[in-house]
Every structure is written in structure tokens, then in C-alpha cells.
């Protein structure tokens, strides 16, 4: 008869095994997603009973250290659905761990790379980068290609979060062609979507768009319905930033119904939250209320903080549109504590230039100003170009609020310097027609012309709603230089 130890080495071992089947099933993508999905949701309570089981035994075998490790790798995708980030983290630093007692380099490598998507999800790019330098360290010490170009793809990601767009165009191009060549669909997919990311945070979306279907028809043609979903997502976004807003919100529908199929709540919250931007574009201010409050009641179902925060941010956006400049605050105010108590620095200075925007609308522009600059100083302390240039550029409107118009023109160029340093050519365009305005103002006509001139070829280009804005602002100014020319000839 087996001693208890054996008894629960054997459970354990079980139901490792069942993981490493159910995953193998999932990967085959299709319908036989949601049978895997069916029964490793059965077993899961055991699969977790297994993993506790070896940790706390961790120091009476090795099996139960090689158990340790084996966990976490032996159903990597479906942890990633169905664990919370903080969770998984819990798991992959135990796994870590293992790994280095045993001397099994090549998984500590996909223990880090896994460990550095888990902080990606929280938010913490930094974080995330450390370990995927690590994990790209080990790959290419021991001439594990997969690794590395997995490795790679994960720097471009973070590099992307971070508005570094050439530095993850520079990883995602090199790995694409060898994912090409070697034939691996899943990873392609994977790599072309990432590229059409990089064109949407540039503002291209028209550029983006081809990636985007790439990526969807690749996911589709090898059955991969969370791929599926994520590519529903982003080529909805683009749909409705290009002003094909029912286009986009067929998308998120059809993404809807499979995350839900998924039973992924994270993908439904996501979902919920696109839809509602999608009815904000169409002027339909209380269904996205209604999509902003139902993805909201489920982060904090989840325990999301970062869903939780983002939802209560886009509410306070909804009453600002609305007037309702209070309610707004309240709504950034909460999202403000959030991200302080989970210490997402990122976010806490989107918060603090929500609240600044919002003080700004009240004509408490001192207010706002103090909201910005502690803003940006959060953004330059972190390296956030991205955030530090919107901080500048709402800086630059409250300064020229207040009549101080050389001030607010350093404030812009700078903002502008740093969009361009990025390569965001719509939040470049956006600074320009704020010079525009600016140079309007203080009667430098010429200056003003060729900055709305600029602003104008950019958004006609990325085909943006602010296009007619710009060609009304350059017609009146051409007007008004011909008028004045016309009374100086007299």
C-alpha cells in the first residue's frame, strides 16, 4: 500500500498529466477548444490541489520539485485564460525556482518569458522587460531558436506599450521572416498582428488594417478562437477609427460571442468595453454607459484593478462629454486611487491628466496645471514619451488659456518634437493645429498657415476625423493672408 506521500505524488502527477493532454487538445484548435476548455475547467480544483501540493513539499523529493516546474509549462495557454495574472506569477516564481534546482535551463527560459507576459498583463512594462531580457539571455546561450524569437516577439511588445513603435517594427519584422520560413502559422499570425498594432498606435490605420485581416485569416484557417477574438478586437478598433463604426461593432459582437464561448470573463469585460467605445463614436452616450458599467461589474468580479481602472476613466470621459464635469471627477478620482494603491505609475498619470482635463472645463485652470505637471513628472520619471508629450500638449492648452501664448507655444513644440520622435504622426498633427491656433492668436499668420498646412496633410493621410477641422482652419488663414496682401497693395 502507497504512503500518503506517494498517494499525493501520484494525484499530483495525475493531474499534470490531464493538463499536458487538455492543452495538447486546445491547440488543436476548432471545436475541440471548448471540449479542452469543458474539461480542464472540470478538473482545475485538482490541477490547483497539485500544484499547492508540490510546493509545499518542495524540499522532501525532487519529484515534487520537477512537479513544481512541470505545473506551470504543462498548459501554458490555458493557465494564461483561466489564472489572474497576480496567480500566475505565484505559480511561474515557484516554477522558476525549480527549474534552477534542477539545472533545466531551457524551461527556466519559458518560465521568464511567461513570467514577463503576466506583468505585461498588470501593466508593468519595465518589469516585463527585465524578464524577457532574461529568458533571451538563456535561449540564445544554449542556441534555443524558438525561445529566442519568442523572446524577441515579447520585447516588441513591451517596446509597443512604451511608444518605442521602430524598435518593435525592428523585432517584429526580423522574427516574422524566419516564423515564415519555417512555416509556423500560429506565430506569424501572432507576429502580424502585433505589426498592425504598431500602425494603430501610430495612427495609421489604414496601414494597419491588412495585418489586422492577415491576422485574423491566419487564426481562423488554424482553428484559434482566442486568437480569433483578439484579431475581432483590433480590426474592430480599426474599423472605428476609420468611421466604419457598424463595421467594427459587428466585429466586437462576432469577438463577443466566442470570448463567451471561451468562458473567458476577461475577454467579455474587453469586449463590453470596445462596444461601449463604439457606441461613444456613434453619439450613443447611454448604451456606452450601459457597455462601460457591464465590463466594469466584471473586472471587479475579477479582481481587475487595471480593467476596473480604465472602465472607470472612460465613464468619467462619457459625463464630461456629458457636462456633468462632477461626476466625471469622481469617476477619475477612483481610477486615480487605483492606480496608486496597485503603484501603475503609467496610469496614474493618465489619471491625473483626466482630472487636470476635467478642472479645465470648470475654468479652474490653475488646477488643471497643477494636475498636468504632476503628470508629466510621473511620465519623464518613468520614460513614458508618449505620455509625456500628451502632458506637454495639455500643458500647452491651459497656458494658452490663460493668454500666455509664448509659453503654451514651447509647450506644443516640444509636444510635437516628442510625437515625432515616436513616429505618431496623429498626435503630431493634433500639436501642429494647436500651433496653428496658437500663432493664430498671437496675429503670426504665416506661421500659423504652414503649421494648419502640415496638420492638414497628416490627417487627410491617416484619413482622420479631424481632417475638415484643419482644412477650415488653412482656408480661413489663406483667406485672411490674400486679404491682407490685397490691402497692402492698395
Not at 462 to 478: N, V
Amino acid at each position: 500500500m502507497p504512503s500518503r506521500f506517494e498517494a499525493y505524488l501520484r494525484h499530483a502527477q495525475h493531474y499534470l498529466q490531464i493538463a499536458e493532454e487538455t492543452e495538447t487538445i486546445y491547440l488543436q484548435g476548432g471545436e475541440n477548444v471548448f471540449g479542452a476548455l469543458k474539461s480542464f475547467d472540470a478538473e482545475f480544483v485538482h490541477l490547483k490541489a497539485g500544484q499547492r501540493w508540490a510546493t509545499a513539499n518542495w524540499n522532501n523529493s525532487e519529484d515534487a520539485v520537477r512537479l513544481c516546474s512541470d505545473y506551470s509549462n504543462s498548459a501554458a495557454y490555458l493557465l494564461h485564460l483561466r489564472l489572474h495574472p497576480y496567480e500566475l506569477i505565484g505559480w511561474l516564481e515557484v516554477a522558476i525556482n525549480a527549474t534552477q534546482k534542477l539545472g533545466t535551463r531551457k524551461r527556466e527560459g519559458s518560465h521568464l518569458g511567461h513570467l514577463g507576459n503576466a506583468y505585461y498583463l498588470l501593466g508593468n512594462m519595465y518589469q516585463a522587460i527585465e524578464f524577457y531580457k532574461r529568458a533571451l539571455v538563456i535561449a540564445q546561450s544554449i542556441e534555443d531558436t524558438p525561445g529566442e524569437l519568442a523572446q524577441l516577439g515579447n520585447l516588441g511588445n513591451a517596446q509597443l506599450n512604451l511608444g518605442n513603435t521602430q524598435e518593435a517594427i525592428n523585432y517584429y519584422e526580423h522574427i516574422l521572416a524566419i516564423y515564415r520560413h519555417v512555416s509556423d502559422k500560429r506565430s506569424e499570425g501572432l507576429t502580424l498582428g502585433n505589426l498592425g498594432n504598431v500602425h494603430i498606435s501610430r495612427g495609421d490605420w489604414r496601414k494597419a488594417l491588412p495585418y489586422c485581416q492577415h491576422a485574423l485569416e491566419i487564426a481562423r484557417e488554424i482553428g484559434d478562437l482566442h486568437g480569433e477574438w483578439i484579431r475581432l478586437g483590433a480590426l474592430g478598433n480599426v474599423y472605428l477609427h476609420i468611421g466604419q463604426v457598424h463595421q467594427a461593432m459587428e466585429h466586437y459582437l462576432r469577438g463577443l460571442e466566442i470570448a463567451r464561448r471561451l468562458g473567458d470573463q476577461r475577454g467579455v469585460s474587453a469586449t463590453h468595453n470596445s462596444m461601449g467605445d463604439a457606441y461613444f463614436a456613434l453619439g450613443d452616450l447611454h448604451r456606452a454607459i450601459d457597455c462601460y458599467e457591464q465590463s466594469l461589474a466584471l473586472d471587479r468580479d475579477l479582481g481587475d484593478k487595471l480593467g476596473e481602472g480604465m472602465n472607470l476613466n472612460k465613464l468619467g470621459n462619457i459625463y464630461r462629454n456629458l457636462g456633468q464635469i462632477h461626476q466625471a471627477i469622481s469617476y477619475y478620482e477612483q481610477a486615480l486611487e487605483i492606480s496608486v494603491a496597485v503603484g501603475d505609475r503609467s496610469e496614474q498619470a493618465a489619471d491625473l491628466g483626466n482630472l487636470g482635463n476635467a478642472y479645465l472645463n470648470l475654468g479652474a485652470v490653475q488646477k488643471a496645471i497643477e494636475h498636468y505637471e504632476q503628470a508629466l513628472v510621473i511620465s519623464r520619471e518613468i520614460g513614458e514619451k508618449p505620455d509625456e508629450g500628451i502632458e506637454l500638449g495639455n500643458l500647452g492648452v491651459a497656458f494658452s488659456q490663460l493668454g500666455d501664448y509664448a509659453r503654451a507655444l514651447d509647450l506644443y513644440n516640444q509636444a510635437l518634437d516628442i510625437a515625432n520622435e515616436i513616429s505618431d504622426r496623429k498626435v503630431a498633427a493634433n500639436h501642429l493645429l494647436n500651433l496653428s491656433l496658437t500663432y493664430e492668436k498671437m496675429d503670426r499668420q504665416g506661421q500659423a498657415l504652414e503649421c494648419a498646412r502640415l496638420a492638414l496633410a497628416i490627417y487627410e493621410a491617416i484619413e482622420s476625423p479631424y481632417t475638415e477641422y484643419a482644412r477650415k482652419q488653412a482656408e480661413k488663414l489663406f483667406a485672411n493672408k490674400n486679404r491682407s496682401t490685397r490691402i497692402l497693395q492698395r
